[in-house]
């Protein structure tokens, strides 16, 4: 099942969802058409786990996000939740993209995917909410910004369009939300998931 899971979001990566058939699922994971159907239904079903997957690996991030301080300890704890993001991101791209497609069409996936943006929405509004930092600004406005900010360039660093680095797409973007909305200051950059900070050589101290 997990082989199958796997090539699934292979070919949705290559061809997309609507255009992948289970013969290249099948392919790719170098097994049966009967082997598929023991496990799933059809395509649609296997996009369904997917899915099911998906929204449990957001909902857990979701869980994880503690509220976020104007301090160093905030912008650590932000820029490590949006490396979480960011790895759930890399794994599941193919699916959250389907998504994306489907969120206009009235479909059970697209339905799926909007359900778990606006939990995404709610939760960071209420951590925005709960920040001086952002006194005068609309939580949910600033929470639909930040999720629009971070699914696309979290796509970009997918795609590998702009050539994007990592660590630095997480400093920046940790950085840009921090100071914006929970009142921090210009962090230096950091390097790894390890959190151990290296400055920059702007001529500061």
């Given at each position: 099942?997990?082989?199958?899971?796997?090539?699934?979001?292979?070919?949705?990566?290559?061809?997309?969802?609507?255009?992948?058939?289970?013969?290249?699922?099948?392919?790719?994971?170098?097994?049966?058409?009967?082997?598929?159907?023991?496990?799933?239904?059809?395509?649609?079903?296997?996009?369904?786990?997917?899915?099911?997957?998906?929204?449990?690996?957001?909902?857990?991030?979701?869980?994880?996000?503690?509220?976020?301080?104007?301090?160093?300890?905030?912008?650590?704890?932000?820029?490590?939740?949006?490396?979480?993001?960011?790895?759930?991101?890399?794994?599941?791209?193919?699916?959250?993209?389907?998504?994306?497609?489907?969120?206009?069409?009235?479909?059970?996936?697209?339905?799926?995917?909007?359900?778990?943006?606006?939990?995404?929405?709610?939760?960071?509004?209420?951590?925005?909410?709960?920040?001086?930092?952002?006194?005068?600004?609309?939580?949910?406005?600033?929470?639909?910004?930040?999720v629009a900010m971070i699914?696309?360039?979290?796509?970009?660093?997918?795609?590998?369009?702009?050539?994007?680095?990592r660590d630095e797409m997480?400093?920046?973007?940790?950085?840009?939300?921090?100071?914006?909305?929970?009142?921090?200051?210009?962090?230096?950059?950091?390097?790894?998931?390890?959190?151990?900070?290296?400055?920059?050589?702007?001529?500061?101290?």
């Amino acid at each position: 099942m997990r082989k199958l899971r796997d090539a699934a979001m292979t070919v949705f990566e290559k061809r997309g969802y609507h255009a992948a058939r289970v013969d290249d699922i099948v392919k790719v994971a170098k097994t049966s058409h009967g082997t598929f159907y023991l496990y799933f239904a059809n395509k649609e079903d296997l996009f369904r786990t997917l899915t099911a997957d998906v929204a449990e690996e957001m909902t857990g991030l979701l869980e994880s996000l503690a509220p976020i301080t104007a301090d160093d300890d905030g912008y650590r704890e932000l820029r490590q939740w949006l490396g979480r993001f960011t790895d759930v991101y890399q794994h599941y791209g193919p699916v959250i993209r389907a998504w994306t497609e489907s969120e206009t069409d009235g479909s059970e996936f697209g339905r799926i995917g909007a359900n778990v943006l606006d939990a995404f929405t709610r939760t960071l509004a209420a951590r925005t909410g709960e920040s001086t930092g952002a006194d005068g600004l609309h939580p949910q406005v600033a929470a639909l910004a930040v999720v629009a900010m971070i699914e696309r360039l979290n796509y970009y660093l997918l795609s590998r369009q702009l050539g994007i680095d990592r660590d630095e797409m997480l400093d920046t973007t940790a950085s840009i939300i921090h100071v914006g909305l929970f009142g921090g200051t210009r962090q230096p950059s950091m390097a790894g998931s390890g959190g151990t900070s290296r400055r920059r050589s702007s001529g500061r101290d």
